[in-house]
């Protein structure tokens, strides 16, 4: 009995060690050194998305405004509906500069998630580590610091499906990309396993109607 | 051809001059601010369509946003978005009731204080009785078309998020027709009210979420 407590735990232990992400997918060659992320690379665009967020059971919106400047070089900021100005800040290169942001966010935990939110979405190129496949996707696995990220794009669109953020055991953050058209994501869902976190971001397009 | 330089130079300063703004003089001061509140004590609502445009410096284009706003004397605001996006406000004595989309709350992140100054300003300015306020240093200028008038917060809190405020009056009936908020770094949001319909009856229920 003890023997096969002891061989349940250490199965259990085994499994819960394993990344879930990979489970169902064959590992295959990487055929590419680079994998590519083109949902924000339009120097001529600027993507506005109306954003939603539930943080602790606490709901809040705004417009979430993000520019490419130049290569490497993207502006993100964050609007109340009124347009007051909550959080702007840069990402060049893996860098951020804070140019603006009001006390209620000025929270290194909310800093550091919404910069690591921000670089999962709008950074480029990423190293491709490993390569998966399963019936549907084709996987690029690419490695930051101590974490790794997971890139699913869909094998019949080539559209980037999905992005996972894991560490080597567990999924922190599940980035999903819909209504994709061309290289516009025209909805994404930023979701954090961690904690109590998700932005929704849908894209504004132009106010259509003129006044007289 | 130096003498056809001058007279393009003449007409180009003349143009200029006409279209410039010019300070008020006190006595003119004087007489705004009691038009203004001849015209705001009759009003008892306000029902206006708007066209607001936040312009941020980096972006290609300002992103230009369609509703309505509904005022009722004394103190009751409702600012409606409906294009390109759904999205309401109510600023009901301390509260504010917002509508996002269908979700509803009167919470909001933490700058609701922000918006209850602004409120209170627009408020005030239909009421028109924000003349007297020490919070701002006032000034007060014309054009052939309308008054413009610059409230420059002398609070320092209130100053990170915005440097200035500016309403513009209609000269013939001395009622607000633009609000823009201009942030330290100049970036600024601008609201134009466009067919407005004064003193019309507004239900209460308008004003709940």
């Given amino acids: ?212 | 051809m130096i003498k056809y330089f001058y007279i393009v130079f003449l007409v180009v300063s003349i143009g200029a001059v006409t279209a410039q703004e010019t300070a008020l003089s006190k006595a003119e001061i004087v007489a705004f601010k009691e038009n203004v509140k001849v015209v705001s004590t009759k009003t008892k609502t306000i029902e206006s369509s708007f066209t607001q445009y936040k312009h941020l410096e980096f972006l290609s284009d300002d992103i230009k946003t369609l509703g309505k706003m509904m005022y009722k004397s004394p103190n009751l605001v409702k600012w409606t978005y409906t294009d390109p996006f759904k999205y309401s406000v109510i600023f009901k004595k301390d509260k504010i009731l917002i509508n996002n989309e269908g979700k509803k709350s009167d919470v909001n992140i933490g700058s609701s204080e922000l918006f209850k100054k602004l409120n209170q300003l627009i408020v005030n300015s239909i009421s028109g009785n924000m003349f007297n306020n020490n919070e701002f240093e006032i000034s007060y200028h014309k054009t052939d078309g309308y008054y413009r008038v610059n409230f420059l917060f002398k609070d320092k809190d209130i100053n990170t998020y915005i440097k200035q405020f500016v309403l513009k009056f209609n000269k013939k009936n001395y009622r607000v027709f633009e609000v823009k908020m201009i942030e330290p770094s100049d970036d600024y949001t601008q609201i134009i009210f466009d067919d407005q319909k004064v003193n019309q009856p507004i239900k209460d229920e308008v004003f709940t979420n």
């Fill in chain 1, 1 to 212: 009995m003890r023997f096969l407590l002891i061989k349940a735990l250490i199965i259990a232990s085994l499994t819960s060690c394993t990344l879930s992400t990979t489970k169902h997918l064959t590992a295959i060659t990487p055929d590419v050194i680079n994998y590519h992320n083109g949902y924000f690379s339009d120097l001529e665009k600027d993507y506005i998305y109306k954003a939603n967020i539930e943080a602790y059971g606490h709901h809040f919106g705004g417009l979430m405004i993000i520019k490419k400047i130049k290569n490497n070089h993207h502006r993100v900021v964050f609007t109340t509906e009124f347009g007051s100005k909550m959080l702007d800040i840069e990402l060049i290169d893996h860098n951020f500069k804070t140019n603006f942001i009001v006390d209620e966010l000025n929270k290194k935990m909310i800093l550091n998630t919404l910069k690591n939110d921000f670089r999962l979405i709008l950074q480029e190129v990423h190293n491709v580590e490993k390569m998966y496949k399963n019936k549907n996707f084709i996987v690029y696995q690419s490695k930051t610091d101590k974490r790794y990220n997971f890139f699913f794009v869909n094998d019949c669109s080539r559209q980037l499906d999905s992005i996972v953020h894991a560490s080597k055991t567990k999924e922190k953050v599940m980035v999903s990309f819909k209504n994709v058209e061309g290289q516009l994501a025209k909805e994404l869902s930023i979701e954090h396993k961690n904690i109590k976190l998700t932005i929704d971001l849908k894209y504004v397009g132009k106010a259509d109607k003129t006044l007289p």
